[in-house]
C-alpha cells in the first residue's frame, strides 16, 4: 500500500531521475536542441510583446548563415543562430525587471538590474537571470560559481546568478553589491478560507515565496502561487498582496507595510463574478503539462493545488515527449489510467491524457480514455513520419478518448489572413526533411505551409506548422 495516494512509487522514480536530468543538463533535461527547446531558457528574459522581434532576429542570423538558400528549406536549421546574441540583440538594451546585465564595455565591466532586496540572514531571493553582454572586440571568460564560460568578441551569454554565488571576469571577481539590499525580516500568514492564487511584491515587482513552494511567473511575469493558511517569510518593506481564483472570480487586494519581527495575518477573498456551473457550464484545461522539460520538476500535489487554487472543474494532464523519445509522466498515466486523480472531488475532477505529437503536423491532446496508448509520437529525432496521425489517434479513440487540437496556431490571426500568416516564413515542409523509406503519398495534408519573407510571426511551440491531417479531429464543441 501507497502510503502517499499522491505519489505511487513509480511516480515517484520517475520525478527523481526527472530531477537528475535538471540537475545535469539544466532547463532542457537533455532534449534535442530543436528550436522550441532552445527558446526554453531564454524565455524567461523574453517580454511576450518582443517574441516577433526575437523570431526576426534568429531569422536574420539564419539567412546571414545560409546566403541564397530559399527560406522554405531553412527550417531544419532554425536552432543553429546563437540565441543568447538573439536576445541581447532584441533586448536593444532595456532589461526586464526581474533581470540583471553584466555589459562589458570599453570603459570597462558595468553591472545593470535591481537592486534585489535580500532579507538578514541572506533568505528569500530566487535566481536571477543574468545576461552578459561582451561589447569588446577581444573574448572574455566568465566564472559564475564554479561554472566556466568563454564569451566570444561582440557574444553574448544567458546563465542565472544568485547574489550569495561568485562571478569572475577573466580571473578579477565582480562585486554584486550594487545588486542587492538588505532587509530586516518580518512574516505573512495568508488566509482566504479556500485555496487561492496569490502575490506578494514589492513595488519593484520582486515577489516573495513560502519556502518550498517553486517560483513561478504568470504570462505578464507577476510572481504567484497556489494555496491557503500559507506563512512565508518577508521583507518589512511596503508589500502589495493579492489573491484571486479563476476567471469565475475577482482579485482581492491588501496593500500593508510589515513590522519587523512580527507575523502578520492577511486575510483575503477574492468575490465571485459569476457562477457558470449553476448555469450548466463547467470551464476546463484539456492540455496540461505537467513535465515537460524546463526549471523546475513538479509533483502531482503541485497540479492539484493549481486546480484548485483556480477553482477549475476539469484539468487534463498530458503525458507526452518534448523533442526526443522519452514520454514524460509516462508512469503517472501507466499508474492512474482511466481513473480520476487523487485530489478529484464533487466540484474538480483530474485526469492523465496523453499527448499525440508528429515533429511536422504538430499535436493533438486525449482526455478521458482507457488504458495507456502504444505510440505516443511520430518524426522526432531522426524517427520516420509513419504512422500517420489518423492510426495513432483512432487508437486513441478506441479507448474513449475526446481529441481535440493543441494550440495548433502561434499568431493572432484575421479572416483574410493567408497561410503566410499562419505558418511564418520558415514553415515546417515536407521538402525540407530527411528521406524516408515511408512514401510521402500516404500523407495527405488539407493546407499547405507556404512560406513568405515578409512580417515574420514568431514559429507555434509546434515547430511553426500544424498542418491537418486526413483523419485529424475537429475542435470538441464546449462541453454543456
Known sequence: MCADPMLPGTVEGALREYRDLLGEHGITWGEPEIAYVKLFARRRMLPAELKDRFWRKVLERLIAMHPGEPLDRLSPHLSAP???????????????????????????????????????????LEPIPFLVDNRWEAPATITVDGTVHEISGR?????????????????RPLDLAPLRTTAPRSSLTLRAGSPCRWSVTLPSGQGWFPRGLPYRHDFHGRPYFHGDDLTLDVPALPLTV??????????????????????????????????AAARGWFGGDLHVHLNWAGDHVAAPREAAAAQHGEDLHVLNLLAGNVSGPRVYDREALTAWAGRDLPWSDATHVARMGAEYRNDLLGHAYAFGFTGVPALFHTGFDGDDDWPPNATGLAALREMGALL?????????????????????????????????????????????????????????????????????????APTR
Not at 155 to 171: F, S, Y
Not at 246 to 274: C, F, I, K, N, Q
Not at 424 to 437: E, Q, T
Open 82 to 124: 546563437d540565441y543568447d546574441e538573439a536576445l541581447r540583440d532584441t533586448l536593444r538594451g532595456d532589461l526586464p525587471a526581474h533581470a540583471a546585465a553584466l555589459r562589458l564595455t570599453p570603459e570597462g565591466p558595468v553591472l545593470e538590474g535591481g537592486p534585489w532586496v535580500v532579507l538578514e540572514g541572506g533568505h528569500g
Open 155 to 171: 557574444g553574448a551569454w544567458l546563465t542565472e546568478i544568485t547574489l550569495a554565488g561568485e562571478i569572475t571576469l577573466d580571473g
Open 242 to 275: 493579492t489573491a484571486a481564483r479563476g476567471m469565475e472570480y475577482g482579485e482581492a487586494r491588501a496593500e500593508l507595510t510589515p513590522s519587523p519581527g512580527v507575523d502578520h495575518t492577511v486575510r483575503l477573498t477574492p468575490h465571485r463574478l459569476y457562477d
Open 404 to 476: 481535440g487540437y493543441s494550440h495548433p496556431f502561434g499568431a493572432e490571426l484575421r479572416d483574410d489572413d493567408g497561410p503566410g500568416v499562419l505558418f511564418g516564413p520558415l514553415a515546417r515542409v515536407c521538402a525540407a526533411r530527411r528521406s524516408s523509406p515511408t512514401p510521402r503519398s500516404a500523407w495527405s495534408t488539407a493546407s499547405t505551409c507556404s512560406p513568405t519573407p515578409t512580417s515574420p510571426p514568431p514559429p507555434s511551440s509546434t515547430g511553426g506548422c500544424s498542418a491537418r491531417a486526413t483523419g485529424w479531429p475537429s475542435p470538441p
